[in-house]
């Protein structure tokens, strides 16, 4: 159950095998969520100075540097939205990061399974062809031991 749970939701957010020495930049879902990311919290940061009515150029500008306490904490408040948004579009890229590379990691313990898998094959091959070679020797040893008494 929990496999197959795995398997389904990998597959939807993958949409294709993940190669073993791929980035993560290669990875479309992740890219496309950076950037979509990107765009919104600017366009809300934009929007939230716009409603503000923050004009920083010109003659009639309303908007002064302030390092206070309460500057800070205004800004803070204002923009919260904007930076709860960056935070659960981090949020989503890390989840989509963590899929991708445990994805990733599967496939690379796949591959040195079959690896080893054909490695022991082959190395069983070879053990029973010299274990046959060596009967077959023996066989002649004891046949002309047997022939010279």
């Known amino acids: 159950m929990h496999r197959s749970l795995h398997e389904k939701m990998v597959s939807i957010l993958t949409k294709s095998e993940?190669?073993?020495?791929?980035s993560l930049w290669e990875y479309?879902?992740?890219?496309?969520?950076?950037?979509?990311?990107?765009?919104?919290?600017?366009?809300s940061i934009v929007t939230?100075?716009?409603?503000?009515?923050?004009?920083?150029?010109?003659?009639?500008?309303?908007?002064?540097?302030?390092i206070s306490m309460n500057c800070i904490n205004n800004?803070?408040?204002?923009?919260?939205p904007a930076i709860k948004i960056c935070t659960g579009f981090l949020a989503v890229l890390g989840?989509?990061?963590?899929?991708?590379?445990?994805?990733q990691t599967a496939?690379?313990?796949?591959?040195?399974?079959?690896?080893?898998?054909?490695?022991?094959?082959?190395?069983r091959e070879l053990w029973e062809h010299e274990q046959a070679k060596t009967a077959f020797s023996q066989f002649f040893q004891h046949k002309e031991t047997?022939?010279?008494?």
């Open 18 to 22: 993940v190669k073993e020495d791929a």
């Open 28 to 43: 479309p879902l992740f890219t496309y969520t950076l950037y979509i990311g990107i765009i919104v919290t600017l366009t």
């Open 48 to 66: 939230i100075s716009i409603l503000l009515g923050i004009q920083t150029t010109g003659e009639g500008a309303r908007y002064e540097a302030c």
């Open 75 to 80: 800004f803070f408040i204002y923009f919260s």
């Open 95 to 103: 989840v989509i990061a963590l899929v991708f590379r445990s994805e």
């Open 107 to 123: 496939t690379q313990i796949s591959n040195a399974n079959k690896t080893h898998n054909y490695e022991l094959s082959r190395n």
């Open 146 to 149: 047997f022939f010279l008494l």
